[in-house]
């Protein structure tokens, strides 16, 4: 059974930073590239990282170049997403996504919320 758990999320006050993780099982975690996505109320899901199967390569969405990074371990089947400075309009429910060819999973996502 494929699974991806996000965590991680909480309330931060604006500067402040967050650590996603989202842990992975049922399939084979290495050979998947990994995103990131978030969506915020009342708007559509959008891209915010990916990651290449090694860890060799990173894109980012323009909104968080320079204040998120991703990464992953493929030992623990895992990839994180590290945030900081994090902004008002970051708030979002998180999501993490791993992409095979046609093979395309999801998790339930994580809340952020970045507020004072």
């Known amino acids: 059974q494929v699974q991806l758990v996000e965590s991680g999320g909480g309330l931060v006050q604006p500067g402040g930073s967050l650590r996603l993780s989202c842990t992975t099982s049922?399939?084979?975690?290495?050979?998947?590239?990994m995103s990131w996505y978030r969506q915020a109320p009342g708007k559509e899901r959008e891209f915010v990282a990916h990651?290449?199967?090694?860890?060799?390569?990173?894109i980012y969405a323009d909104s968080v170049k320079g204040r998120f990074t991703i990464s992953r371990d493929n030992a623990k089947n895992t990839v994180y997403l590290q945030m900081n400075s994090l902004k008002p309009e970051d708030t979002a429910v998180y999501y993490c996504?791993?992409?095979?060819?046609?093979?395309?999973?999801w998790g339930q996502g994580t809340q952020v919320i970045v507020s004072s």
């Open positions: 996504n791993a992409v095979r060819g046609l093979s395309d999973f």
């Open positions: 049922g399939f084979t975690f290495n050979i998947y590239t």
């Open positions: 990651i290449t199967t090694s860890g060799g390569n990173t």
